[in-house]
């Protein structure tokens, strides 16, 4: 079998380690020296946010190799997924990113509707987008959280949590429960949007923007901070791309690329949010994207509250959606769709599908493929944490032990969602 | 903009459905193909690489199967066979490539190739390197055969594990159970 013909690959000249993009070989020079130590950094540390295991080969304090090793959280999700019907898969999707969960119930939900074709009424779509850009800035608040925890400054850690706890109650107050809600049903939502919600997200949407600018305060003008962020895991624009990074890190390294303005799902083409961009690719650009994320997060939210329309909340399609509860002591045939619902599941006809979504993380893509029965053929997540580790290498390459603390911190994995 | 995919090396069909594109090009030209559309059509950034086991298909309408242990298949039919039998696929196994196009069109395509058990798939680490952890990751879980890859190494699954635990004949449950009763 003939290998790929010799022409200029896409990393000639780029700082992406060759042959292998992902891991960054110890130097000629330096191998067989006795000064190079080899050590392992993880499964089991505090920063690895998960259980990643990096082996790392160091000279002094300077990093010459390092590698990746990752799959200690895998559970085969995917497979489980396939032995379920398709309603009752979408449970596994949140456990997955446990972190940014609603993006991972959004995109399977969404990838179904895709397939199915099913109309999803306004008010279902206008509460997704809330919900979503709430976990978004949850998830946010989790990063910085953890992030600077990791780099030192342990008061923010405590600062992020309380508006993370806001966060979270107001999501036990739509759906009953605090994390992996599992709200967004096919066709719509799994319940109406109870009442008291309004004014509570109203109370964080004035909230939260003060809450950010306390973040930066404590921050930005902190010496200690912009050292150990500032030029440091540098990512080109051209090593973003071929190695595949999305979302902040992509973002943090001057490509004007979000999902939710270049090919919008939901209702992003009619609410008005900003794009944040930032050119030099180091841990402080990606931080400072993921803090005007934020601020345009809650612009979204404050939108969406504004403008979310009366009606249905779910799509009247009995083959797909279950019937109202009340209509089942009363109507024949609502219980023998929730009975075929339940049991056997609803059919997706054949094809397949690739869905993507704008997570805190980046492109977060769902690909299914249906036989045309009640359970999916396959499930394939296309993880952005799994690829965000890819450029570990890229970034480390002339990084000291400490720096790969914050780069690693930076490229905001979740290892559940690396290893599905 | 329609892109013109005839001119794609090693090209067996274009097929649109759903508002997706899809390219299935022979395998043995596949690099071909990827340096064709990267360079020429302009999909610099490859989202996802994603293989499917397509064993069994249009079979009892039962993806896997639970196996107890006396070797009771618990995943039955569901009371209904098929509405319609499913279209046939050409062979066992496909590796679609989802491909993006980084600029104000905002393409996407799936670039397909279609292989059986143990056919080589040529990589396209060279061509875009974040193939790489995929690569290993459709090997790993799935077995395909990649071929010319720098690193080919499990990357989900322990080093010393034994199949590839995606495939549609790797039975669910057949992990024994530490500390269960049975035990």
């Known amino acids: ?154 008061s923010m850690f405590w600062y992020c949590f309380r508006e993370r706890d806001r966060v979270l109650d107001l999501f036990e107050l739509v759906t009953g429960y605090r994390m992996h809600t599992r709200y967004f049903q096919v066709g719509g939502l799994a319940e109406e949007i109870p009442p008291g919600f309004f004014p509570e997200c109203e109370r964080f949407v004035e909230l939260m923007p003060g809450a950010i600018d306390d973040y930066e305060g404590l921050v930005d003008r902190n010496p200690i901070w912009l050292e150990r962020t500032r030029g440091v895991g540098l990512l080109s624009r051209e090593d973003a791309i071929a190695l595949g990074q999305s979302g902040p890190v992509l973002r943090g390294s001057g490509v ?100 993507p979504v704008e997570s805190p993380r980046g492109e977060l893509g769902c690909y299914l493929v249906s036989d045309g029965g009640p359970r999916p053929w396959r499930v394939k997540f296309r993880a952005p944490s799994f690829v965000a580790l890819e450029a570990t290498a890229t970034c480390m390459s002339d990084a000291l032990v400490a720096d790969m603390i914050a780069v690693l911190g930076s490229l905001d994995t979740v290892m559940g969602d690396c290893d599905r | 903009m329609a892109l013109n995919y005839r001119p794609v090396p090693g ?51 039962v993806s896997g199967y639970i196996g107890t242990d006396r070797g009771r298949d618990i995943n039955r039919p569901m009371t209904q066979g098929f509405q319609s039998l499913p279209t046939p696929k050409p062979k066992r196994f496909s590796v679609s490539y989802h491909l993006l196009a980084l600029r104000d069109d905002h393409t996407r395509v799936r670039l397909q190739v279609w292989v059986d058990d143990g056919e080589p798939v040529p990589t396209v680490v060279g061509v875009w390197p974040t193939a790489d952890w995929h690569e290993r990751e459709a090997w790993d879980l799935m077995g395909v055969a990649i071929d010319g890859h720098p690193n080919l190494e499990r990357i989900l699954m322990p080093e010393d594990w034994v199949g590839h635990p995606l495939r549609k004949d790797y039975p669910i449950g057949g992990e024994p159970v530490r500390f269960s009763s049975a035990e």
């Open chain 1, 256 to 355: 004007d690329w979000d999902l939710r303005r270049r090919e919008p799902y939901l209702a992003y083409d009619q609410v008005d949010f900003r794009v944040p961009v930032y050119p030099a690719g180091d841990v402080y650009d990606r931080y400072r994207v993921r803090m005007d994320e934020m601020r345009e997060s809650v612009r979204i939210v404050e939108q969406a509250l504004r403008r979310m329309p009366d009606g249905p909340w779910i799509a009247d399609d009995r083959k797909v959606v279950l019937p109202p509860r009340h209509e089942l002591h009363t109507s024949m045939e609502s219980l023998i769709h929730h009975f075929k619902i339940v049991t056997e599941g609803y059919r997706v006809p054949e094809g397949e599908v690739y869905l």
């Open chain 1, 1 to 154: 079998m003939a290998i790929a013909p010799e022409r200029a690959k896409i990393y000639d000249g780029t700082r992406i380690p060759s042959p292998i993009p992902s891991i960054l070989e110890v130097p000629a020079h330096l191998r067989g020296n006795d000064d190079i130590l080899t050590v392992n950094f993880g499964p089991n540390h505090p920063s690895t946010h998960g259980v990643l295991r990096l082996v790392v080969d160091l000279d002094g304090e300077e990093v010459v190799g390092v590698k990746a090793v990752i799959g200690y959280l895998h559970t085969g999700f995917e497979k489980s997924m396939e032995q379920k019907t398709w309603w009752k898969a979408i449970t596994y999707a949140p456990r997955m990113d446990y972190v940014s969960f609603q993006y991972q119930e959004l995109c399977f939900v969404l990838a179904i509707e895709k397939l199915l074709g099913i109309e999803v009424p306004p008010r279902a779509t206008w509460m997704r987008m809330l919900l979503s850009e709430l976990n978004r800035i949850h998830s946010h608040l989790v990063w910085l959280g953890t992030a600077a925890l990791e780099l030192g400054a342990i």
């Open chain 2, 11 to 61: 090209l067996i069909e274009i097929r649109e459905a759903r508002g997706e594109t899809t390219v299935v090009v022979d395998p043995a030209r596949l690099v071909d193909a990827a340096y064709h559309v990267r360079d020429e059509l302009g999909f610099d950034f490859l989202a996802d690489i994603a293989a499917t086991d397509y064993l069994g298909w249009g079979g009892d309408g």
